[in-house]
């Protein structure tokens, strides 16, 4: 290995995974992390780190300033991890230039997949199928809506430069087109810093099914199999899985030549992802959809099935090794399933919710990974990408993998921010995930409600409430009471008022956390429960009140509405921004609006009044 020290060019749990391989190999690890990220666990860890200058812009987007960080420590390459400048060009090209190794393709090769247009064209020149569609880097709005008026709908709306699932819209009907194009453009500028759009077929039954593939510097490469990717919300992967379930071995064989032959030509070095959408009803059809010129959120699976350390294999590609040294023989054993954890409201259309760690403790179990960067007492921001934790488990088939997932999804105990875990227990649960009978649109079906709470989660919650409160405490020995004894506890769950009896202590031992008025209970029976104190200033949730709120924390980054203003259902009222997502908040009901509480710029939290639409007598 040439390598003596390493910058990596990324924060949180991305950047502690890739320190882990940098320790296992000797190699001196230098972090970078801007103001907001002082306090982090990446900092924390990792022995060496740099202030970025943030105060001009998002420090990890500063390509210049990490440069020149890696030279000024006397690293020799720098690592991207995966997002931020991973698949970006200008910062490939810019280390080189400097010197320096840049862990991962040329800039060249990025920039010829980074781009999804050109990427189309490349994939039909080396004669890999891809999605009919519109794709032309010139076009306007009113172009793509001209073009798409004899096409079929449904079709989908995607940024040129990115993917990530950030920019992506499903549209029905001409209408829809015209009104999401706007939006798309400001969350692909957002994200990318291009704005580009193009338009594609979406495919109703579809299955998201990636390669991860492999080159030298030399001209060999191979794929190191599949990975399932098809549970998705707004397009972001939620479970991901190696093997897929769906293929034949005849089908598996016949795609990893196509993305073998695509990487081909464009002469691709060190790993990548290359991304198909497959047919659900007819497997053998498939598509090309990306290239993810990176390492991958979900590798952990690959991993787990080959017992490669991929960014093991980055570090020795990069330093020139053969790939017949690097990856002797693949080897596929077992099966793997990875689950990440959101800070989101499943209720609320998986929308971010954010806030502040109360307790987290991961599982530790073997064959399980659980890749995160997050501690009590850590503040879950809206300016970064929600995923809190990653869990992945491997088994000897498919089915010791699943439950070994469960398993730990129900023994993570994360409370004070409201997550997804319990959503995944139930996906994992349902029969169509245990039959693989699902495709990319399927968690926008999936019953995301919960059954009421037990009686021994209340009984848990009564029993903690009153030891916290004024008027009570429990001992070892019973309660001890100041003033006068209460008979019940009022606790409201999901907008739900429960009179909760107070018993001798209850018989769940369960793990709690109170934050204010919000009682966390977890239990690997029962899962996680917010609990909110009933009293008198308890806030309506937004499906009972007449008020406009905000159903997520984040910037008003549009305001279609002014005072006296005539709205009907459904019209736009305010747009915010959180993680580089946009969220439009609509009337829900015909009126004129007779209070605006927000402008343009402001941040908001969850439940924050955002304005007031009052019905027209």
């Not at 991961?362 to 990974?369: F, K």
Request: hydrophobic letters at 40%; aromatic letters at 6%; glycine letters at 8%.
């Amino acid at each position: 290995m040439v390598f003596a020290k390493v910058l990596i060019a990324n924060r949180g749990e991305v950047a502690l995974r890739i320190n882990s391989t940098l320790k296992k190999l000797g190699i001196d690890a230098v972090g970078v992390y801007t103001n907001q990220d002082r306090g982090s666990l990446h900092v924390k860890r990792i022995s060496e780190c740099i202030l970025l200058n943030d105060a001009e812009q998002t420090g990890y987007l500063d390509g210049e300033g990490i440069i020149a960080a890696a030279l000024s420590c006397g690293a020799q390459a720098i690592h991207p991890g995966y997002g931020f400048l991973a698949e970006n060009a200008e910062f490939a090209k810019g280390c080189h230039d400097a010197g320096l190794i840049f862990i991962g393709p040329t800039a060249r090769a990025i920039a010829a997949m980074g781009e999804k247009i050109s990427a189309r064209e490349i994939a039909t020149r080396a004669g890999v199928p891809v999605v009919p569609g519109i794709s032309s880097p010139q076009m306007t709005d009113a172009d793509l809506l001209e073009a798409c008026r004899d096409l079929e709908f449904p079709l989908l709306v995607k940024p040129a430069a990115g993917g990530g699932g950030k920019g992506l819209h499903v549209v029905n009907s001409l209408l829809e087109l015209r009104e999401v194009l706007p939006t798309a453009r400001r969350e692909a500028k957002a994200a990318f810093a291009d704005d580009t759009l193009f338009v594609e077929k979406y495919l109703l039954h579809a299955r998201h099914i990636e390669f991860q593939v492999v080159a030298d510097n030399f001209g060999k490469s191979a794929h190191l199999g599949e990975r399932e990717c098809s549970l998705q919300r707004r397009h972001q992967k939620v479970v991901e899985e190696a093997p897929s379930p769906l293929l034949s071995k005849t089908t598996r064989k016949i795609m990893g030549e196509a993305a073998l032959k695509l990487i081909s030509a464009i002469d691709y070095q060190n790993l990548g992802t290359i991304e198909f959408l497959v047919d659900a009803d007819s497997p053998e059809t498939f598509y090309f959809m990306e290239m993810n010129t990176r390492l991958q959120v979900e590798h952990r699976v690959t991993e787990m099935i080959t017992g490669l350390d991929l960014v093991e294999c980055q570090l020795r590609l990069a330093a020139g090794e053969p790939l017949q040294e690097v990856i002797p023989m693949v080897r596929l054993s077992g099966h793997a399933i990875e689950a990440r954890v959101y800070a989101e409201d499943v209720s609320k259309d998986f929308l971010p919710t954010g806030g502040v760690i109360g307790r987290f403790t991961a599982v530790d179990a073997p064959h399980t990974i659980t890749d995160s960067a997050i501690t009590d007492g850590a503040f879950v921001s809206s300016s970064f990408d929600p995923m809190l934790a990653k869990i992945a488990c491997w088994g000897e088939d498919r089915l010791t993998a699943l439950r070994r997932l469960r398993e730990a999804l129900a023994n993570t105990v994360l409370l004070g921010v409201t997550t997804n875990i319990d959503f995944l227990i139930r996906l994992l649960d349902s029969p169509d995930f245990r039959n693989s009978d699902y495709d990319t649109k399927s968690l926008e079906k999936f019953e995301s409600e919960r059954t009421v709470p037990s009686t021994a989660v209340l009984a848990a919650y009564a029993m903690t409430a009153t030891s916290s409160s004024n008027f009570g405490s429990w001992h070892a020995d019973g309660w001890r009471l100041r003033g006068m004894p209460r008979a019940t506890v009022a606790a409201y769950i999901d907008g739900v008022r429960y009179d909760v009896p107070i018993t001798n202590g209850s018989n769940l031992e369960a793990d709690s956390y109170r934050d204010d008025a919000d009682h966390w209970i977890h239990h690997p029976s029962f899962g996680t429960w917010l609990i909110k104190e009933a009293n008198d200033k308890l806030r309506r949730t937004d499906r009972l009140s007449d008020d406009i709120v905000s159903p997520m924390p984040g910037v008003v980054i549009a305001v279609h509405v002014t005072i006296g203003d005539h709205v009907a259902v459904g019209d736009p009222l305010v747009v915010i921004e959180a993680m580089k997502m946009e969220h439009i908040v609509r009337a829900r009901h015909p009126g004129h609006v007779a209070q605006c509480h927000v402008a343009i710029g402001a941040n908001v939290r969850v439940g924050q009044h955002l304005l007031e639409v009052v019905e027209d007598v």
